[in-house]
């Protein structure tokens, strides 16, 4: 156990849906990081939270939003889903902004799109 | 454009049979670069930082190093537990002057018994 919550661990929904994935991450940890990863392109940075604030933005679709709460845990919100969705959404955290020693990754959602 | 390569995509070998695996980038002011294990189903572990070419980090059989154009990692005398897929990132100043990590695909190891 990594110490970052990921739910749910699997998710099933149609073209057109909306979903929302939770992460809690590591205690004390006060960065959460996005990334969606697929066969063909591999980890792909979505966004980052540092204490509550967006600290970074990467290849985050329109359609995709996220906010971190007080508790610092973590939402991404996923509408108008479409099949080229389905991958595999991983939360990461690390104690700084920087992430100078390392992230830490939960075990994922793994979305899939029918 | 800033790459990062990974080689092989694939490796399969016998245990005890020590190889290296190799992360090239071509980026404008490395920040840093990162060595990672996936297990099938998991999420990235974190296996080592590196910030200057020449520096090295071990970690049991495990050993990173970084050049100024790619970073190798080797594996001594492999188990089957190393099985795993290896990745490597590359930590950049965007042009916003932001950090931004760039990811490899990955090199799948399978080591058999």
């Known amino acids: 156990d990594s110490g970052v919550t990921q739910t749910p661990k699997h998710l099933i929904t149609a073209t057109g849906q909306r979903v929302t994935l939770r992460c809690s991450p590591r205690?004390?940890?006060?960065?959460v990081y996005w990334y969606q990863q697929s066969l063909d392109q591999g980890l792909q940075f979505l966004i980052q939270y540092y204490n509550g604030e967006e600290r970074a933005k990467g290849n985050i679709l329109e359609r995709f939003s996220a906010q971190q709460f007080p508790d610092l845990h973590s939402e991404l919100n996923l509408s108008s889903l479409e099949l080229g969705d389905s991958a595999l959404y991983f939360c990461?955290?690390?104690?700084?902004?920087?992430?100078?020693?390392?992230?830490?990754f939960g075990s994922g959602t793994r979305l899939t799109v029918v | 454009e800033d790459q990062v390569t990974q080689s092989p995509e694939a490796l399969r070998l016998q245990e005890g049979e020590s190889s290296s695996l190799n992360c090239s980038y071509t980026?404008?002011?490395?920040?840093?670069l990162f060595w990672y294990r996936q297990d099938p189903g998991k999420g990235p572990e974190f296996l080592f930082t590196?910030?200057?070419?020449?520096e090295e980090k071990e970690k049991e059989r495990l050993k990173a190093t970084l050049t100024k154009k790619e970073s190798f990692l080797h594996i001594t005398a492999p188990k089957p537990e190393d099985s795993a897929t290896y990745l490597c990132a590359v930590r950049i100043l965007n042009a916003g002057n932001n950090r931004k990590l760039i990811w490899g695909l990955g090199t799948s190891l399978a080591v058999n018994p």
């Open positions: 590196l910030y200057s070419a020449g």
């Open positions: 205690s004390g940890d006060l960065s």
């Open positions: 990461a955290s690390s104690a700084s902004g920087t992430g100078n020693y390392g992230y830490t």
């Open positions: 980026v404008s002011g490395l920040r840093g």
